[in-house]
């Protein structure tokens, strides 16, 4: 098999690095964005329960229902009935740069509940201390709720990455490219055993490296 | 002295409390028109630079109470004045001004596991908006106060459990209150480092002049650190004042608690309590000038706020007991005869605790 990839690697090599390069790029800016806007996201659903920091049942149960429409819609229907939100962002409606809209769509509200879940794992007593030291609300989430839950963010947003990566093998359905596209178009369709094989050890590596590096990085900020 | 701290106010009012509580009511409503009373008609009055402690079970309500002073808990009704200031008229930044004068201490020291020691004890200077460079000095000074001057680059999960809430007191004293409230502060500590965490309190309590309002259900603490105390029960003070004053009453249920005496089912038994005096002389003149048998059952004699203070159970026997127990009040003994035992109510607090 070694023999046949290195025979084959001046057609396989730019194959499978521009997949990788597709990979990354999706993956990195959806999930730069699903951080930008499912962190506040999560904070108010987090805030807006009742007997927390700032208690609005009424518009805690529309942010519930828009998140849980969001999380159950299949990501291949969600990417079509986006199109033209997408387009109105990005000008274009195929290619890795289109992928980034939905695939930042639909992590968002995944994001947004694991950031909620870690919330309201700091503990009440760390809340009301900082009430009791005369901290406001947005002096709470910023210096208690936020840096208390600092840990459990980075290891939500490392699952929300792994899922993004596997989400962007469907990019491909819009042309979006990427080690999941490469692998059904070049390898299963053709029926190139080698090539659905490298990418899914590509696959393999790259998700490893990532649950590695946020694994590492919670580690380093936990001080529990 | 700590020249963050106000000095012993001069300009306070003297007769005013420097907590002043009245007629405190807080219900709690569960839904579907249940409800309920926290808080029964509270009167609290605490001293400026005392140390007043409220004794009582879980779900007394003791907590509540400590909640109104700061205001994490609104009350239903009443008023709440600290340093004069009408706390329940306060709301938002003024509240939360308000709140920077009172210190608060917690059961499970509610730290921020994200910070070092020092970042800790720096957070409520950040929060009034102190210079950093201001910042460092009084986070050192204050470490230096409470003796972990070589802790501050800690973190919280390498610290013991007294460690902790030595930094929970350091950054309760940061922005110079006047007022300590501790919340059950010692209950998760053990027996020797409760101790010690209270030996700190007085001593911020004497060389600070900071008022302390504590809430326990450990008797230790009573009578370890307390000018004052309250007996509390079902949202309610059963009973209140400064401590030998409660003890010496004849039907102190706070000695009952304190003091725990066993039962003797026989007649003639009294309880004798007496502070600040010794009795051998009293009762063998009881033999002599009354001609009755006193026959001692139990005993025990303790210092409580400086001063001795004894209980005993003494069986009377004789033609004059009567007579005998006049003279013994006369003498200033709190006397209780078995016929007019404590209302049955259950309502002592706890025996357990240091």
């Avoid at chain 2, 200077?125 to 470490?143: D, K, N, S, Y």
């Avoid at chain 2, 007294?162 to 110079?176: D, E, H, M, N, P």
């Avoid at chain 2, 900071?210 to 259900?217: A, E, G, K, M, Q």
């Avoid at chain 2, 127990?325 to 016929?339: H, P, S």
């Amino acid at each position: 098999m070694l023999t046949e990839l290195a025979e084959r690697w001046d057609e396989l090599g730019p194959l499978l690095f521009d997949g990788t390069y597709a990979t990354l790029y999706m993956v990195g800016w959806s999930t730069l964005f699903t951080a930008l806007f499912g962190l506040p996201l999560g904070v108010l659903l987090y805030a807006t329960e009742r007997g927390r920091l700032l208690p609005a049942p009424w518009l805690r149960a529309v942010l519930g229902a828009i998140v849980n429409i969001g999380r159950s819609v299949p990501f291949i229907v969600l990417m079509v009935a986006v199109l033209t939100f997408t387009r109105f962002i990005t000008g274009t409606t195929i290619g890795p740069t289109a992928a980034i809209v939905p695939l930042t769509l639909g992590a968002i509200p995944f994001y947004a509940r694991l950031v909620e879940t870690s919330l309201r794992e700091v503990g009440r007593d760390v809340i009301e201390a900082a009430e009791a030291m005369g901290a406001g609300r947005g002096t709470i989430v910023a210096k208690v709720l936020l840096p208390e839950a600092l840990p459990g963010l980075i290891a939500g947003l490392t699952v929300t990455v792994v899922a993004l990566v596997s989400y962007s093998a469907m990019a491909g359905a819009i042309g979006g490219g990427g080690l999941g596209d490469v692998a059904i178009r070049f390898g299963y369709q053709r029926f190139d055993e080698l090539v659905l094989l490298l990418c899914v050890v590509l696959l393999v590596v790259v998700v490893q490296l990532l649950q590695s590096l946020g694994d590492l990085a919670a580690r380093r900020l936990s001080h529990r | 002295m700590d020249p963050y701290l106000p000095p012993v106010a001069r300009h306070v009012r003297e007769r005013e409390p420097l907590i002043d509580v009245q007629n405190l009511t807080k219900v709690y409503d569960l839904g579907r028109g249940r409800t309920v009373q926290a808080l029964d008609g509270v009167d609290l009055h605490v001293p400026q630079g005392q140390v007043f402690g409220i004794l009582g079970r879980s779900g007394a309500g003791k907590s509540t109470l400590l909640r109104c002073v700061n205001l994490l808990e609104r009350p239903t009704s009443g008023s709440v004045r600290v340093d004069g200031q009408d706390m329940t008229a306060l709301r938002g930044a003024a509240l939360r001004r308000a709140r920077r004068g009172i210190g608060m201490i917690h059961q499970h020291f509610a730290l921020l596991s994200s910070r070092t020691v020092a970042g800790n004890v720096a957070f409520p200077l950040e929060v009034m908006g102190t210079p950093r460079a201001q910042r460092a000095r009084r986070v050192a000074e204050l470490l230096d106060v409470v003796g972990l001057g070589d802790r501050g680059g800690s973190y919280p999960a390498q610290l013991s459990g007294g460690q902790k809430q030595r930094v929970g007191i350091a950054r309760a004293l940061a922005a110079g209150p006047k007022v300590l409230l501790s919340d059950e502060a010692t209950s998760a500590l053990d027996p020797e480092t409760t101790g010690s965490i209270l030996d700190l309190l007085r001593r911020l309590n004497r060389e600070l002049g900071l008022t302390v309002l504590l809430i326990t259900h450990e008797m230790g603490v009573i009578k370890r650190v307390c000018d004052s105390a309250a007996v509390m029960h079902d949202g309610r003070f059963l009973e209140s004042g400064p401590l030998p004053e409660l003890l010496a009453a004849p039907d102190s249920r706070l000695a009952d608690a304190l003091f725990p005496l066993p039962t003797v089912d026989l007649p003639g038994v009294v309880t004798l309590s007496y502070a600040e005096r010794a009795t051998e002389p009293v009762l063998s003149a009881l033999t002599r000038e009354f001609d009755v048998d006193v026959n001692i059952l139990a005993g025990t004699v303790e210092t409580v706020a400086g001063a001795p203070y004894g209980r005993l159970k003494v069986q009377l026997t004789g033609e004059r007991t009567a007579e005998a127990l006049e003279y013994l009040r006369a003498r200033g003994l709190a006397v209780r005869t078995a016929g007019d035992p404590l209302a049955a109510d259950g309502a002592e607090p706890t025996g357990e605790g240091a």
